[in-house]
């Protein structure tokens, strides 16, 4: 479109959402009240979802919020259950993330609903749910279609509280967070909004008499490198709000073009979104194709494309057995994400996690993770960087530093010494060095989870097997009392017909992969055992919850282990498989791919599909593909389930309350008490402690004991109601001071608050927060450890609180800690 023709579309587009709103004056907008905001369908909604969420709570949950801009108004957030969103059909009466209604009182008495804020309805990756392949898509949706940039950043909602007063929220909440220092995104994003304003001469109430006149929610992305890192770093000018979107506020997806949209940004002050408008969906398919091969768009690395259109006339469409679950002309929105350099750039972050954690030496990187000759490059930078000034990788565990470090590599890259570092890698040919094995090649292949329950494994696995045609056993299928044989004559009976099976159990010990290795050890040519393993490289308070919520989510869905969200039996059988697990070695295996169980199924599945096409040498499948293996996956119900065990003896009851701690004390504590302003006293305690085995492997924070009972039995309750939760929010706290004398090390705990305010939904996280004593707040620490066993643990609260009094002495030293935060969930331990 040539300049002067641009120019007077975005003029023309400009006077349609400007100030002089010729459809309603600024002075009808005043008078209008939240009734005329009301209608029956969207009440109607709001209906549906208070009693689907008293009926199924964990389904649909919702939380009621103060409005910062007039605290006597309450806005409540409705949250659905993630993993729902892919059920066909939907148990949903709306597919919308983030929505935020209120309920308004009529003039009659009768109490409506009006819907203050709404997101995006969900949207799948090609192939992910029936409606987005892209023969559907080609059938059921029509012209334009806008590709806009996929934002790397957090969503942020612009909506009319009123016709003065603005609402800014995050996806799920609104308001400050709680805690010292700490902000919520939703404040984030109001500060950023503030800042745009000014710069444009215009005020709040402005905006929000646009918005309530339109009946619309700004939907922006905040990307702010300085308050929270992504994958894709911006630029100071790319810094702030990116506006993306504008909804109608009701029950129905309706959105506005994106010339609309960016003359709106550009009326307002917002970032635009980069986007292109293609005329056929087989164009969307060769373009996006081609940016995927690349990895780059106008120059710049990208997450992938959202694809904005409608629904087509059924006149109009080919075929109606895939059509979307929307009206024709519906807006419909579907996603196109792009695997590289995302999984190369996450496997950077975490080698240099590990080179910090394990000591900056090559040999503490996973082979696996050595593939790329960028990555052998990076590592050797890395470590150089590392032993050169570790100071700078202070905060890098906390998530900030991460992406400055891969900027100066990839400069450092550019430069005659990079050059010949990457001329002095090669790729490693796994698959010619793992096609032989004693001088003879490689025939069948079995694939080897190593893991713990709650990783995904079995979801990889259904998914690698629909996507190649592997063969597929589970272990718990097996329902006789001794199945460990049973399941390995499966394995070896479907080698029979497969060339590659799946050997579908956790694998978690020694004897289990040794039990594979010995059933084909008369194969010729040699079977090779490829392992997808999920290191446990984590602090186990960390992976505990990460699997414990997947088991949780999983439900009833499991042939054995199922959720128990009462008596929290399921926890217990994570802990023994944390405890019992025993560390792949290199030799048990002839190759081992390293999985990553912080990775949602779509990223895991992709690590696994990339070591296939690698290693195994099958075709790389499509994207469509790939999205209908997901699906597959999400869907999978096992064939069968063993019975509950009738006899099964409840737990044993809690003997206190405590906050899980997931850190690794030995190694943040460590490398604190080897800075040059430690005492020489401190050094030498912790490495007695050290030596002598004595740090605690499971840290937590008491908040109070069975023995304080019944003085305390208010906390206890208020413990146990969080206890209680299915997926109880997440708290963070400060380590402030590290505290000894020749008896016992403590960390003292400050600065108690809810991590993640979107979670609470119910705020009783806040309210459990808000309500500690100072008593209580006093006496915080986590137990570091003990001389020996005839030290009490108990011996580290009284010393804390000593220290409090009279501060340091000649028997109680301290530390400072530097910036130290962790994050558990109270549970009820023993």
Same mark, same amino acid.
């Given at each position: 479109?040539? !300049?002067?023709? &641009?120019?007077?579309?975005? /003029?023309?587009?400009?006077?349609?959402?400007?100030? %002089?709103?010729?459809?309603?004056?600024?002075?009808?907008?005043?008078?209008?009240?939240?009734?005329?905001?009301?209608?029956?369908?969207? /009440?109607?909604?709001? +209906?549906?979802?208070?009693?689907?969420?008293?009926?199924?709570?964990?389904?649909?949950? =919702?939380?009621?919020?103060?409005?910062?801009?007039?605290?006597?108004?309450?806005?409540?957030?409705?949250?659905?259950? +993630?993993?729902?969103?892919?059920?066909?059909?939907?148990?949903?009466?709306?597919?919308?993330?983030?929505?935020?209604?209120?309920?308004?009182?009529?003039?009659?008495?009768?109490?409506?609903?009006?819907?203050?804020?709404?997101?995006?309805?969900?949207?799948?990756?090609?192939?992910?749910?029936?409606?987005?392949?892209?023969?559907?898509?080609? !059938? %059921?949706?029509?012209?334009?279609?806008?590709?806009?940039?996929?934002?790397?950043?957090?969503?942020?909602?612009?909506?009319?509280?009123?016709?003065?007063?603005?609402?800014?929220?995050?996806?799920?909440?609104?308001?400050?967070?709680?805690?010292?220092?700490?902000?919520?995104?939703?404040?984030?994003?109001?500060?950023?909004?503030?800042?745009? @304003?000014?710069?444009?001469?215009?005020?709040?109430?402005?905006?929000?008499?646009?918005?309530?006149?339109?009946?619309?929610?700004?939907?922006?992305?905040? *990307?702010?490198?300085?308050?929270?890192?992504?994958?894709?770093?911006?630029?100071?000018?790319?810094?702030?709000?990116?506006?993306?979107?504008?909804? $109608? *506020?009701?029950?129905?997806?309706?959105?506005?073009?994106?010339?609309?949209?960016?003359?709106?940004?550009?009326?307002?002050?917002?970032?635009?979104?980069?986007?292109?408008?293609?005329?056929?969906?087989?164009?969307?398919? !060769?373009?996006?194709?081609?940016? #995927?091969?690349? #990895?780059?768009?106008?120059?710049?690395?990208?997450?992938?494309?959202?694809?904005?259109?409608?629904?087509?006339?059924?006149?109009?469409?080919?075929?109606?057995?895939?059509?979307?679950?929307?009206?024709?002309?519906?807006?419909?929105?579907?996603?196109?994400?792009?695997?590289?350099?995302?999984?190369?750039?996450?496997?950077?972050?975490?080698?240099?996690?590990?080179?910090? /954690?394990?000591?900056?030496? $090559?040999?503490?990187?996973?082979?696996?993770? &050595?593939?790329?000759?960028?990555?052998?490059?990076?590592?050797?930078?890395?470590?150089? +960087?590392?032993?050169?000034?570790?100071?700078?990788?202070?905060?890098?565990?906390?998530?900030?530093?991460?992406?400055?470090?891969?900027?100066?590599?990839?400069?450092?890259?550019?430069?005659?010494?990079?050059?010949?570092?990457?001329?002095?890698?090669?790729?490693? =040919?796994?698959? +010619?060095?793992?096609?032989?094995?004693?001088?003879?090649?490689?025939?069948?292949?079995?694939?080897?989870?190593?893991?713990?329950?709650?990783?995904?494994?079995?979801?990889?696995?259904?998914?690698?097997?629909?996507?190649?045609?592997?063969?597929?056993?589970?272990?718990?299928?097996?329902?006789?009392?001794?199945?460990?044989?049973?399941?390995?004559?499966?394995?070896?009976?479907?080698?029979?017909?497969?060339?590659?099976?799946?050997?579908?159990?956790?694998?978690?010990?020694?004897?289990?992969?040794?039990?594979?290795?010995?059933?084909?050890?008369?194969?010729?040519?040699?079977?090779?055992?490829?392992?997808?393993?999920?290191?446990?490289?984590?602090?186990?308070?960390?992976?505990?919850?990460?699997?414990?919520?997947?088991?949780?989510?999983?439900?009833?869905?499991?042939?054995?282990?199922?959720?128990?969200?009462?008596?929290?039996?399921?926890?217990?059988?994570?802990?023994?498989?944390?405890?019992?697990?025993?560390?792949?070695?290199?030799? $048990?295996?002839?190759? =081992?791919?390293?999985?990553?169980?912080?990775?949602?199924?779509?990223?895991?599945?992709?690590?696994?599909?990339?070591? *296939?096409?690698?290693?195994?040498?099958?075709?790389?499948?499509?994207?469509?593909?790939?999205?209908?293996?997901?699906?597959?996956?999400?869907?999978?119900?096992?064939?069968?389930?063993?019975?509950?065990?009738?006899?099964?003896?409840?737990?044993?009851?809690?003997?206190?309350?405590?906050?899980?701690?997931?850190?690794?004390?030995?190694?943040?504590?460590?490398?604190?008490?080897?800075?040059?302003?430690? =005492?020489?006293?401190?050094?030498?305690?912790?490495?007695?402690?050290?030596?002598?085995?004595?740090?605690?492997?499971?840290?937590?924070?008491?908040?109070?004991?069975?023995?304080?009972?019944?003085?305390?039995?208010?906390?206890?309750?208020?413990?146990?109601?969080?206890?209680? &939760?299915?997926?109880?929010?997440?708290?963070?706290?400060?380590?402030?001071?590290?505290?000894?004398?020749?008896?016992?090390?403590?960390?003292?705990? /400050?600065? @108690?608050?809810? *991590? %993640?305010?979107?979670?609470?939904?119910?705020?009783?996280?806040?309210?459990?927060?808000?309500?500690?004593?100072?008593?209580?707040?006093?006496?915080?620490?986590?137990?570091?450890?003990?001389?020996?066993?005839?030290?009490?643990?108990?011996?580290?609260?009284?010393?804390? &609180?000593?220290?409090?009094?009279?501060?340091?002495?000649?028997?109680?030293?301290?530390?400072?800690?530097?910036?130290?935060?962790?994050?558990?969930?109270?549970?009820?331990?023993?």
């Amino acid at each position: 479109m040539a !300049a002067a023709a &641009l120019e007077d579309e975005l /003029s023309g587009r400009l006077k349609n959402v400007s100030l %002089n709103d010729e459809k309603q004056s600024p002075e009808a907008l005043k008078k209008s009240t939240p009734q005329d905001r009301t209608n029956e369908e969207d /009440s109607s909604l709001v +209906e549906e979802l208070y009693k689907l969420s008293k009926k199924s709570p964990k389904l649909v949950r =919702s939380s009621v919020y103060s409005a910062p801009a007039d605290p006597s108004m309450s806005i409540r957030s409705w949250k659905m259950n +993630e993993f729902k969103y892919h059920d066909v059909p939907s148990p949903f009466p709306t597919l919308a993330r983030g929505l935020f209604t209120r309920d308004v009182e009529t003039e009659s008495g009768e109490t409506k609903h009006r819907i203050v804020a709404r997101g995006y309805d969900k949207f799948f990756n090609i192939g992910e749910v029936p409606w987005t392949t892209w023969a559907s898509l080609e !059938a %059921n949706t029509r012209a334009p279609y806008t590709l806009t940039l996929k934002s790397n950043g957090c969503i942020i909602f612009i909506a009319a509280l009123t016709p003065e007063k603005l609402l800014v929220t995050s996806k799920h909440s609104l308001g400050p967070a709680s805690g010292e220092g700490v902000r919520s995104h939703a404040q984030v994003g109001e500060e950023w909004l503030r800042k745009l @304003l000014a710069k444009k001469g215009r005020t709040e109430a402005q905006l929000a008499s646009v918005l309530w006149g339109k009946n619309w929610t700004a939907v922006a992305e905040l *990307c702010d490198d300085s308050f929270e890192e992504h994958v894709l770093p911006y630029a100071p000018d790319q810094t702030g709000l990116h506006l993306h979107g504008l909804n $109608e *506020c009701t029950k129905a997806f309706k959105t506005m073009d994106q010339s609309t949209v960016d003359a709106f940004a550009e009326e307002w002050g917002f970032i635009k979104t980069p986007s292109t408008v293609l005329k056929t969906v087989p164009e969307v398919k !060769a373009f996006t194709e081609a940016v #995927g091969k690349s #990895g780059k768009w106008n120059g710049e690395a990208l997450e992938g494309f959202v694809v904005r259109t409608h629904v087509a006339d059924p006149a109009a469409a080919q075929s109606s057995a895939r059509a979307p679950p929307y009206a024709p002309g519906s807006s419909f929105f579907f996603k196109v994400k792009f695997d590289e350099p995302y999984m190369m750039y996450r496997d950077w972050r975490e080698v240099t996690k590990t080179l910090l /954690s394990k000591g900056p030496s $090559e040999a503490n990187v996973p082979k696996s993770k &050595l593939r790329r000759p960028e990555t052998k490059a990076y590592v050797r930078w890395v470590i150089d +960087e590392i032993k050169r000034d570790r100071a700078q990788f202070a905060e890098f565990g906390k998530g900030k530093g991460i992406i400055r470090t891969r900027e100066r590599f990839l400069e450092w890259l550019e430069t005659e010494q990079g050059s010949k570092a990457m001329q002095g890698t090669s790729e490693i =040919s796994e698959e +010619e060095g793992l096609q032989r094995r004693d001088g003879k090649k490689f025939g069948k292949t079995i694939i080897v989870p190593v893991a713990i329950p709650g990783v995904g494994k079995t979801s990889v696995a259904v998914a690698l097997s629909h996507l190649f045609g592997f063969g597929h056993t589970q272990s718990d299928d097996v329902h006789v009392k001794k199945s460990a044989p049973v399941f390995i004559k499966n394995v070896v009976e479907l080698l029979k017909k497969h060339d590659v099976v799946i050997a579908d159990k956790n694998n978690h010990l020694k004897l289990h992969r040794q039990q594979l290795r010995d059933a084909v050890k008369d194969f010729d040519p040699p079977v090779r055992l490829m392992a997808l393993n999920w290191s446990l490289d984590k602090p186990m308070a960390a992976i505990h919850r990460i699997c414990s919520d997947r088991v949780t989510q999983r439900g009833e869905n499991h042939q054995t282990l199922r959720a128990d969200t009462l008596a929290k039996t399921h926890e217990d059988v994570l802990w023994l498989f944390l405890r019992g697990t025993q560390e792949l070695t290199d030799a $048990e295996v002839d190759v =081992s791919v390293e999985m990553d169980l912080e990775e949602n199924l779509e990223d895991a599945l992709a690590r696994a599909v990339d070591a *296939c096409v690698r290693i195994l040498g099958v075709p790389r499948p499509s994207a469509e593909r790939v999205g209908e293996a997901l699906a597959i996956a999400r869907g999978y119900a096992p064939k069968t389930k063993k019975p509950d065990d009738p006899k099964k003896k409840a737990p044993p009851k809690a003997r206190y309350f405590g906050i899980l701690a997931e850190v690794d004390l030995q190694d943040v504590l460590g490398r604190r008490v080897a800075e040059p302003d430690a =005492s020489a006293e401190s050094k030498a305690f912790f490495k007695k402690l050290e030596g002598g085995k004595r740090i605690a492997k499971r840290p937590h924070v008491t908040i109070v004991h069975s023995k304080s009972l019944p003085a305390e039995q208010e906390l206890w309750d208020r413990c146990m109601g969080l206890h209680s &939760l299915a997926v109880p929010p997440l708290l963070r706290f400060r380590l402030s001071r590290l505290v000894w004398n020749d008896r016992v090390m403590a960390a003292v705990v /400050s600065d @108690l608050a809810v *991590c %993640n305010e979107e979670e609470d939904v119910d705020g009783k996280a806040q309210d459990f927060v808000l309500k500690l004593s100072q008593e209580v707040k006093e006496r915080l620490h986590i137990t570091v450890g003990t001389k020996d066993d005839s030290v009490p643990p108990v011996e580290a609260k009284d010393l804390v &609180l000593e220290w409090k009094k009279q501060g340091d002495t000649s028997e109680i030293q301290s530390v400072e800690l530097k910036d130290v935060w962790v994050k558990g969930r109270v549970k009820g331990l023993m």
